[in-house]
């Protein structure tokens, strides 16, 4: 019987939370699926949780992987996946019982490239009830470039159009994409590929996946340094846009680029100590794309000249930001 789904979930040392992840994984109402389970090195007992279950259940495939980061198990999960269709979940969520009988159905209806659901947030204490169905409120449909704009409408827009597990992907899409290993925003550096080569991507107003906020997550720890790899990702975005000569894209994918190199290089700057080297490396990146961000229609005049302050000097354009500010 073909696989209609492939469903991948990078593990390392969640031991507490992994089986509630499987659970409704095994829970769903679309049953032709195959679940890989990527232990990521885990020094916990989430690996031997893995191996129970698959113990039970023989659509579950089990890896044991050195320790390579949650980018180089989403890749390990790639490299064998058979379902025409890939999904995936991370190992601190859940997600309702309908989701992926919901996304299938609604890809092969549409034939649709990609396809994108909801969420809801989740405090780790909760519990949210996976047997109910949530009312789908409305289903739209965008190619690729309308899909990639609605990424800038607003940040909730953002987070659901760039994250990996709300989402069914045509496993051609993967053909010659992978996830950047060694970035920890891994994410940031495919999300625009994936929907870029996407004909026709359906998004379903129905919140199917549960995103838990834990305290230890990444994305809810303090700033540390490998926070830089975002900005990285979103100037390679950039790029990306710029050598595929989507000019619209490019304009705007830069200026976000520009807001955030600016968030997170005076982040860094107040919150970590001996990164010099570190903020003269991230700042010769934005030196170099000057000349584009003063030809970006998407930049205010204001926002240019501030950017020429802080080419020049970067404690000149700190002065001129916290004078205008009082």
């Known amino acids: 019987m073909a696989i209609k789904v492939s469903i991948i979930v990078p593990v390392f040392n969640l031991e507490n939370l992994l089986p509630k992840c499987i659970d409704s994984i095994l829970a769903q109402t679309l049953s032709d699926f195959e679940l890989i389970l990527v232990d990521d090195g885990s020094t916990d007992r989430s690996g ?9 259940d023989q659509r579950i495939k089990v890896i044991h992987q050195q320790n390579g980061g949650v980018s180089s198990a989403r890749n390990t999960g790639l490299e064998v996946a058979k379902g025409d269709y890939i999904g995936f979940v991370d190992s601190d969520d859940y997600i309702n019982k309908y989701m992926f009988e919901t996304l299938y159905k609604t890809a ?11 969420y809801r947030e989740v405090l780790e204490e909760q519990y949210h009830d996976i047997d109910k169905l949530n009312v789908i409120n409305e289903t739209q449909h965008y190619n690729n470039r309308k899909a990639i704009q609605q990424m800038y409408i607003a940040k909730s827009h953002y987070i659901t159009y760039v994250v990996p597990w709300n989402k069914l992907y045509r496993r051609q899409l993967f053909k010659t994409i992978r ?15 994936l929907l870029y080569n996407s004909k026709k991507i359906t998004f379903i107003d129905a919140k199917l996946y549960y995103y838990v906020q834990r305290k230890g997550s990444q994305m809810n720890s303090a700033f540390h340094i490998k926070k830089f790899d975002k900005i990285y990702a979103l100037k ?6 710029k050598q595929v000569e989507e ?21 860094a700057k107040s919150e970590l100590n001996d990164i010099g080297k570190e ?7 934005f030196d170099k794309s000057l000349i584009h961000l003063l030809r970006n229609k998407e930049i205010s005049w204001k926002q240019k000249i501030m950017c020429v302050f802080f080419t020049i000097n ?13």
């Not at 092969?108 to 909801?118: E, H, M, N, Q, R």
């Not at 970067?314 to 009082?326: A, D, T």
């Open 279 to 285: 903020l003269k490396e991230l700042k010769r990146t």
């Open 314 to 326: 970067p404690s000149l354009f700190e002065l001129i930001k916290n004078g205008r500010s009082k």
């Open 247 to 267: 000019a619209d894209l490019y304009r705007k994918s830069l200026k976000h680029y520009m807001d955030m190199f600016f968030w997170y290089y005076f982040l």
């Open 179 to 193: 996830y950047e290993e060694g970035n920890i925003y891994d994410d940031e550096t495919v999300a625009h590929k």
């Open 108 to 118: 092969t209806k549409y034939d649709a490239d990609l396809t994108v659901c909801s």
């Open 236 to 241: 390679e975005r950039a790029t990306y846009f």
């Open 48 to 56: 031997e949780i893995c191996d129970v279950y698959s113990n039970r």
